[in-house]
């Protein structure tokens, strides 16, 4: 990859207690590894950030790639006065890449002046806040982020977790059948119909359809939390 090649960058990994061959990979392509505690999404992003030495960090999850594309066109950016670009990102479900329905060209700020930005915590989906101005890359990221059915749901089980604790701290609570039944269902609609979702097959309809269940876990799982508070004082 030109971004590392001839010495010219680095890959930084911060690893929290893999027990695959992620180490051992990682290092057989020159990569500085750090293995430290889980700290949360942002705290973590933000640890890989600081370790790095060059000017600007590309920050990328482990199911994420660069197009050959998109490597060139960020080698010809780095001499930007900006402080960050948002990269656009193909998403694939069961491994089909999935055009339609609000997900994609689902833009992501990910590379960025290492001391312009800083990750902060929103859920389980933490995003860099940068202080200057920004632009836009063409090419993509590839993002493998579900081949199986399994992997996604057990994702939107731990996702709605998060994001039911960012619901409560929105001021969501007690249990509504608006947000537990009503939203998932306009949600599915929306997205599958009015953002042509159904035009990505079976695997657009199986992806809306677990997604629609995910916002309705995220609520609910809001009302359990602060039930629980209730009683337990």
Same mark, same amino acid.
């Not at 971004?3 to 680095?10: I, P, Q, S, W």
């Not at 996702?159 to 039911?164: K, Q």
């Not at 947000?179 to 009503?182: A, E, Q």
């Given at each position: 990859m030109p971004?590392?090649?001839? !010495?010219? !960058?680095?890959?930084?990994i911060v690893d929290s207690g893999s027990t695959d061959r992620t180490i051992e990979i990682a290092q057989s392509f020159g990569a500085k590894v750090f293995v430290e505690p889980w700290k949360g999404f942002a705290a973590q992003k933000n640890s890989a950030i600081d370790k790095s030495a060059g000017d600007w960090v590309l920050q990328l999850d482990a199911d994420e790639a660069l197009e050959s594309e998109l490597a060139l066109e960020i080698d010809q950016n780095l001499t930007s006065?900006?402080? !960050?670009?948002?990269?656009?990102?193909?998403n694939f479900f069961l491994g089909r890449w999935i055009k339609h329905g609000g997900f994609y060209p689902d833009p992501k700020l990910r590379l960025i002046r290492r001391s312009a930005g800083r990750f902060e915590d929103y859920g389980a989906h933490p995003t860099i806040k940068v202080k200057g101005p920004t632009g836009k890359l063409r090419h993509a990221m590839i993002h493998n982020a579900y081949p199986t059915l399994r992997g996604y749901i057990d994702h939107?089980? %731990?996702? %709605?977790? %998060? !994001?039911?604790k960012v619901a409560v701290e929105k001021g969501h609570r007690g249990f509504h059948t608006i947000?537990?039944?009503?939203r998932p269902l306009l949600t599915f609609i929306y997205n599958y119909f009015m953002r042509l979702g159904f035009l990505d097959g079976r695997e657009g309809l199986l992806l809306h359809l677990y997604h629609a269940v995910y916002v309705s876990w995220k609520y609910s799982k809001a009302w359990e939390i602060t039930r629980t508070s209730t009683e337990n004082r």
């Open positions: 971004l590392v090649r001839d !010495g010219r !960058g680095e890959i930084v006065q900006l402080v !960050g670009f948002w990269i656009p990102r193909k939107m089980n %731990s996702y %709605s977790s %998060s !994001g039911a947000n537990i039944v009503l």
